[in-house]
């Protein structure tokens, strides 16, 4: 029961954190201009990728580790499903954004000059994931009440 409760936790905590920061990284990115406004990108970004990670580990083990409905259920459900390919979408749109952010990364430390003239279609797309976070959380809720379609 306590092991249910904190794997609970930890995936609606990672809920708060992941559609925090990804909406944070939106709004940075669209400001962004130049190599002295990126710390703010890069903080929302690594915290958004903790988010994605938490809710990775966490659901899986959730799904698979033989708590809450189980896997059975799981697999069953059409929601389940539409949940995942929704997560997988979030994941997909994430590539294009994530090696430019890890190359913005490695041209800062090293002081080479970066173009940002990308950051607000990566702010756009960052707007698209909070959007499908936002559907994840309903078809997420429509699970846990058994709701089926």
């Given at each position: ?23 944070a ?77 890890m ?22 797309i ?24």
């Amino acid at each position: 029961m306590t092991l249910r409760w904190l794997m609970a936790s930890f995936h609606l905590l990672g809920l708060g954190l992941g559609l925090g920061a990804v909406f944070a990284r939106a709004r940075t990115l669209q400001r962004l201009h130049n190599p002295a406004q990126l710390a703010p990108v890069l903080l929302a970004d690594n915290l958004w990728g903790v988010a994605a990670l938490l809710w990775l580990v966490t659901g899986l083990w959730r799904v698979f580790g033989g708590l809450e409905k189980g896997t059975v259920y799981y697999l069953q459900q059409p929601l389940f499903h539409a949940k995942l390919g929704l997560f997988l979408l979030v994941l997909g749109l994430e590539l294009w954004p994530m090696v430019s952010l890890m190359r913005w990364r490695v041209a800062r430390r090293r002081g080479a000059t970066t173009d940002f003239g990308r950051a607000r279609l990566f702010a756009q797309i960052s707007y698209i994931q909070v959007a499908l976070v936002v559907v994840i959380i309903f078809l997420a809720t429509a699970l846990a009440r058994g709701v089926t379609i």
